[in-house]
């Protein structure tokens, strides 16, 4: 029986399982860390789950409800899931990462089901215009992002977007809309010709939520108590309970060996006992997060001491203000995740886009105010402000954010080596940044969202989790500098073991990221199939 | 001899082509007509005839225009507008909802006739507002068509021009030392079924015109040759001030035989004709410019 093992449970994992668990016959092992929201926090959850929420308690809201949390060296705060730093906590997978030059070191996940725990949710393709630039073509992606669309669930709606970033699949209708959305939206739609002319485009959130079973108890930020978001720990709760695969979590994968032409040996180390196992299989498909299988990767080969380059989509937020005032926010009850998208085309070739996603209200706008205004939260000013206020995360493409450097230097005998990772220089003064901050003054007027300049800030390196590109698809990988990977995701020393996750990614544009790939993935373990065993 | 039918099921497939009393349209017309095609032409006003169909780049598409075709060429621009703002509202957003109806309506090619005036950095507002309309084709997996200046005979478009130009005593030559990529109509003609019938299209725009750069003066000598000029007597003059001085006519009741904004195009060349290998593998042969 053909059999494959898989390294990791994020969303890159979770697009390879899904692809191999099609073939009946074939044999699928993972191992992970697997770092859970700790048992009494479960519990808890699954009995508010199982209540309406009007009838939970204060204690109960307060005991899954952390706001993000501030980190040292980066302006943008750390999210929690019910409360919960797991999908970032150390359990073993930081060991010897070393963040050096404003970098975020927590980069590589631990958490059973990875980032997915804690991501913004929003899923779109990539646009065939980016995908052009790419060996791997929107043809080839195309039936993927469709299998995929078949897991996730998609919640939308066919709009100015769609132009761009096809559907795919017919989407669930969005929740109502915070009043403040609306009102751009409105806006947008009455002022469209003289908004799209200036590079803008606006659509609604597209979100891997379940949106027809949401009651809108604001906790989408923090951790939905229903587990209406998608996380990629839902595929793989699928998967262990009907018996497609077999999982081992605890295991923390050390080193990558391929016997020959014939089968691959994975060793992991038992993060509990320190033990050390084999795993072997005909097939190996890496999914540790772009820096984990780098370092992984980096280890087994032994390629020490030399900075090797990751593309990273640098992340900024955006504050902004409208002249109409809402309701207070803080009195209804909307779903927290992003509610609309505004993309600049700043060459309208569908390639040198910026993304920007806006939030409704959530707690972190007060807790953000200046001291005056948020320690007098009832006050008239506070509440004229937050009647006015919004937030955009936004993003930059790869080609014009910092680049984010690795460079890996022997660990202890038999672990993963130490690992340096640093940013390269900061984006504060990038042309594109400024040129995205231009266009959005210009539009301001149309749909009243005035961004508030001073406060715009851009997040530490590492800090956006879009981040790849240090093993990058190539059609010639023999001859690519310097470490690059096939279509199949394999570097020209192993033929059997393929890299899933988005260190194959040539580039990281500005446009969400987790749908890419979870269908890439998805192809990469589909297309080597064919390869046989 | 009635044309074979380009499937040999015995129907006719059925294209429908916007802009088609156009230069360009028109050529799309005659190579689909003449290639056993049953040609709907689609413009303002359909009732003038059973092969036409309502259609306007500033209004809802009916939906009675575009049901039941194979295949759509979308070779309509309205150059009256000239504003950034009129030119997004009329033709990118209008091009948008045509796209949207075809995907509606199952068409299975659709073919976006561009131009190579569209190219990542051009500030040109007809080549921006190509590229923007360029991206949305791509990403719905249609076909896109960069074509060079098309010329002939009796040429239309900007040829037509530039021909016109060609006959005035002396020759003004902005961007001397510019060139342009250069398409015959009888090629465009014999091509745009060929992108109709193929397998596959490429998922980025392909350049239809002859490879080699043809100087500007070139263009303009070949125009007044035409124009039954031996020896034209040729001015070079600096763009910029002309680019001004027609921008700023524009804003009049004045029309220039020449827009300031398609000058950009003539002095601001692409550089190169993407994916001419392509073009060769589907066996058209494009001429190369005579002279």
Same mark, same amino acid.
């Given at each position: 029986?053909?059999?494959?093992?898989?390294?990791?449970?994020?969303?890159?994992?979770?697009?390879?399982?899904?692809?191999?668990?099609?073939?009946?016959?074939?044999?699928?092992?993972?191992?992970?860390?697997?770092?859970?929201?700790?048992?009494?926090?479960?519990?808890?959850?699954?009995?508010?789950?199982?209540?309406?929420?009007?009838?939970?308690?204060? =204690?109960?809201?307060?005991?899954?409800?952390?706001?993000?949390?501030?980190? /040292?060296?980066?302006?943008?705060?750390?999210?929690?899931?019910?409360?919960?730093?797991?999908?970032? @906590?150390?359990?073993?997978?930081?060991?010897?990462?070393? =963040?050096?030059?404003?970098?975020?070191?927590?980069?590589?996940?631990?958490?059973?089901?990875?980032?997915?725990?804690?991501?913004?949710?929003?899923?779109?393709?990539?646009?065939?215009?980016?995908?052009?630039?790419?060996?791997?073509?929107?043809?080839?992606?195309?039936?993927?992002?469709?299998?995929?669309?078949?897991?996730?669930?998609?919640?939308?709606?066919?709009?100015?977007?769609?132009?761009?970033?096809?559907?795919?699949?017919?989407?669930?209708?969005?929740?109502?809309?915070?009043?403040?959305?609306?009102?751009?939206?409105?806006?947008?739609? %009455?002022?469209?010709?003289?908004?799209?002319?200036?590079?803008?485009?606006?659509?609604?959130?597209?979100?891997?939520?379940?949106?027809?079973?949401?009651?809108?108890?604001?906790?989408?930020?923090?951790?939905?108590?229903?587990?209406?978001?998608?996380?990629?720990?839902?595929?793989?709760?699928?998967?262990?309970?009907?018996?497609?695969?077999? !999982?081992?979590?605890?295991?923390?994968?050390?080193?990558?060996?391929?016997?020959?032409?014939?089968?691959?040996?994975?060793?992991?180390?038992?993060?509990? %006992?320190?033990? @050390?196992?084999?795993?072997? %299989?005909?097939?190996?498909?890496?999914?540790?997060?772009?820096?984990?299988?780098? @370092?992984?990767?980096?280890?087994?080969?032994?390629?020490?001491?030399?900075?090797?380059?990751?593309?990273?989509?640098?992340?900024?937020?955006?504050?902004?203000?409208?002249?109409?005032?809402?309701?207070?926010? @803080?009195?209804?009850?909307?779903?927290?995740?992003?509610?609309?998208?505004?993309?600049?085309?700043?060459?309208?070739?569908?390639?040198?886009?910026?993304?920007?996603?806006? !939030?409704? !209200?959530?707690?972190?706008?007060?807790?953000?105010?200046?001291?005056?205004?948020?320690?007098?939260?009832?006050?008239?000013?506070?509440?004229?402000?937050?009647?006015?206020?919004?937030?955009?995360?936004?993003?930059?493409?790869?080609?014009?954010?910092?680049?984010?450097?690795?460079?890996?230097?022997?660990?202890?005998?038999?672990?993963?080596?130490?690992?340096?990772?640093?940013?390269?220089?900061?984006?504060?003064? /990038?042309?594109?940044?400024?040129?995205?901050?231009?266009?959005?003054?210009?539009?301001?007027?149309?749909?009243?969202?005035?961004?508030?300049?001073?406060?715009?800030?851009?997040?530490?390196?590492?800090?956006? !989790?879009?981040?790849?590109?240090?093993?990058?698809?190539?059609?010639?990988?023999?001859?690519?500098?310097?470490?690059?990977?096939?279509?199949?995701?394999?570097?020209?020393?192993?033929?059997?073991?393929?890299?899933?996750?988005? /260190?194959?990614?040539?580039?990281?544009?500005?446009?969400?990221?987790?749908?890419?790939?979870?269908?890439?993935?998805?192809?990469?373990?589909?297309?080597?199939?064919?390869?046989?065993? | 001899?009635?044309?074979?039918?380009?499937?040999?099921?015995?129907?006719?497939?059925?294209?429908?082509?916007?802009?088609?009393?156009?230069?360009?349209?028109?050529?799309?017309?005659?190579?689909?007509?003449?290639?056993?095609?049953?040609?709907?032409?689609?413009?303002?006003?359909?009732?003038?005839?059973?092969?036409?169909?309502?259609?306007?780049?500033?209004?809802?598409?009916?939906?009675?225009?575009?049901?039941?075709?194979?295949?759509?060429?979308?070779?309509?621009?309205?150059?009256?507008?000239?504003?950034?703002?009129?030119?997004?509202?009329?033709?990118?957003?209008?091009?948008?909802?045509?796209?949207?109806?075809?995907?509606?309506?199952?068409?299975?090619?659709?073919?976006?006739?561009?131009?190579?005036?569209?190219?990542?950095?051009?500030?040109?507002?007809?080549?921006?507002?190509?590229?923007?309309?360029?991206?949305?084709?791509?990403?719905?997996? $249609?076909?896109?068509?960069?074509?060079?200046?098309?010329?002939?005979?009796?040429?239309?478009? $900007?040829?037509?021009?530039?021909?016109?130009?060609?006959?005035?005593?002396?020759?003004?030559?902005?961007?001397?030392?510019?060139?342009?990529?250069?398409?015959?109509?009888?090629?465009?003609?014999?091509?745009?079924?060929?992108?109709?019938?193929?397998?596959?299209?490429?998922?980025?725009?392909?350049?239809?015109?002859?490879?080699?750069?043809?100087?500007?003066?070139?263009? $303009?000598?070949?125009?007044?040759?035409?124009?039954?000029?031996?020896?034209?007597?040729?001015?070079?003059?600096?763009?910029?001030?002309?680019?001004?001085?027609?921008?700023?006519?524009?804003?009049?009741?004045?029309?220039?035989?020449?827009?300031?904004?398609?000058?950009?195009?003539?002095?601001?060349?692409?550089?190169?004709?993407?994916?001419?290998?392509?073009?060769?593998?589907?066996?058209?042969?494009?001429?190369?410019?005579?002279?």
């Amino acid at each position: 029986m053909p059999s494959s093992l898989i390294v990791g449970s994020g969303p890159a994992a979770a697009g390879a399982a899904l692809a191999l668990s099609e073939e009946p016959d074939h044999q699928i092992t993972v191992i992970d860390v697997g770092g859970r929201l700790d048992v009494v926090t479960r519990e808890l959850v699954a009995a508010m789950a199982a209540t309406p929420h009007e009838t939970w308690t204060r =204690a109960e809201w307060g005991g899954i409800t952390v706001q993000p949390v501030s980190t /040292s060296g980066g302006p943008i705060p750390e999210k929690r899931s019910y409360g919960s730093d797991f999908p970032f @906590r150390d359990f073993g997978q930081l060991g010897g990462v070393q =963040a050096v030059e404003r970098a975020n070191g927590r980069v590589i996940s631990g958490a059973y089901g990875g980032y997915s725990n804690v991501w913004g949710a929003q899923i779109m393709p990539f646009t065939a215009a980016t995908l052009a630039r790419w060996p791997i073509r929107w043809r080839d992606l195309e039936p993927h992002y469709r299998a995929i669309l078949q897991e996730v669930p998609l919640t939308g709606q066919d709009d100015d977007l769609a132009s761009l970033f096809p559907l795919l699949v017919k989407p669930r209708p969005l929740p109502p809309l915070a009043e403040r959305s609306r009102w751009v939206l409105d806006r947008y739609e %009455a002022h469209r010709a003289k908004v799209r002319a200036l590079g803008v485009v606006i659509g609604a959130a597209r979100l891997a939520m379940r949106a027809e079973d949401c009651v809108q108890c604001g906790l989408c930020m923090t951790g939905c108590p229903y587990g209406l978001i998608y996380s990629a720990s839902q595929t793989f709760d699928r998967l262990i309970r009907t018996g497609r695969i077999t !999982y081992y979590s605890g295991l923390l994968a050390v080193r990558v060996a391929q016997r020959g032409e014939g089968e691959v040996v994975v060793t992991a180390l038992e993060l509990g %006992a320190k033990q @050390r196992r084999d795993f072997t %299989a005909d097939r190996v498909f890496l999914a540790a997060g772009a820096i984990g299988t780098t @370092r992984l990767v980096l280890g087994s080969l032994q390629q020490y001491k030399r900075p090797v380059a990751l593309r990273e989509s640098a992340q900024f937020v955006v504050p902004s203000l409208s002249r109409r005032p809402t309701s207070d926010p @803080r009195r209804l009850h909307t779903f927290t995740l992003n509610q609309f998208n505004l993309l600049v085309d700043t060459q309208g070739d569908g390639v040198e886009l910026s993304q920007i996603h806006y !939030y409704p !209200y959530n707690p972190t706008f007060l807790a953000s105010l200046p001291g005056l205004l948020r320690d007098r939260p009832t006050s008239r000013s506070t509440s004229a402000l937050l009647r006015r206020i919004s937030v955009g995360l936004g993003y930059l493409p790869s080609w014009n954010s910092p680049r984010l450097e690795v460079t890996a230097n022997p660990g202890p005998e038999g672990a993963l080596p130490e690992l340096t990772v640093a940013q390269k220089h900061t984006v504060r003064a /990038s042309p594109m940044l400024r040129l995205v901050l231009t266009t959005l003054v210009r539009a301001a007027p149309h749909l009243d969202l005035w961004p508030i300049l001073p406060k715009v800030s851009v997040s530490q390196g590492g800090k956006s !989790y879009h981040f790849g590109g240090s093993f990058p698809h190539s059609d010639d990988p023999a001859n690519a500098a310097p470490l690059a990977s096939d279509r199949f995701g394999r570097l020209p020393q192993w033929d059997r073991v393929h890299l899933v996750d988005a /260190s194959v990614f040539p580039t990281v544009p500005a446009t969400t990221f987790t749908l890419t790939v979870m269908a890439n993935a998805h192809r990469i373990a589909n297309e080597s199939l064919g390869l046989g065993s | 001899m009635a044309p074979e039918s380009p499937i040999g099921s015995g129907t006719a497939p059925v294209v429908a082509v916007t802009g088609a009393s156009g230069y360009v349209g028109s050529l799309a017309v005659a190579g689909f007509l003449a290639a056993g095609y049953k040609v709907r032409r689609l413009g303002r006003g359909g009732d003038r005839g059973p092969d036409h169909a309502d259609f306007s780049l500033d209004r809802e598409i009916p939906k009675a225009s575009i049901e039941g075709i194979d295949t759509l060429v979308h070779c309509a621009y309205d150059f009256t507008v000239t504003s950034r703002q009129e030119i997004w509202r009329v033709n990118v957003l209008g091009t948008e909802r045509l796209f949207a109806s075809a995907a509606a309506a199952g068409v299975r090619r659709t073919i976006f006739v561009s131009s190579m005036s569209a190219y990542a950095g051009t500030h040109q507002r007809y080549g921006q507002a190509k590229l923007v309309c360029e991206a949305m084709a791509l990403s719905q997996g $249609m076909c896109v068509l960069r074509l060079g200046m098309v010329y002939g005979e009796n040429p239309g478009g $900007m040829a037509g021009t530039l021909k016109k130009l060609a006959s005035l005593p002396v020759i003004p030559l902005p961007g001397s030392s510019s060139h342009q990529y250069m398409l015959h109509e009888q090629d465009l003609r014999s091509a745009f079924p060929l992108f109709a019938k193929a397998e596959e299209c490429p998922d980025s725009a392909i350049g239809l015109a002859h490879p080699v750069a043809v100087p500007f003066r070139k263009v $303009m000598a070949r125009a007044a040759q035409s124009s039954g000029r031996a020896r034209p007597l040729f001015v070079p003059i600096p763009w910029r001030p002309l680019f001004w001085t027609m921008y700023v006519a524009e804003l009049t009741p004045v029309r220039p035989p020449l827009r300031a904004d398609s000058l950009l195009g003539l002095v601001r060349p692409a550089t190169a004709v993407p994916l001419a290998d392509y073009v060769r593998s589907l066996g058209i042969q494009l001429r190369p410019f005579p002279g």
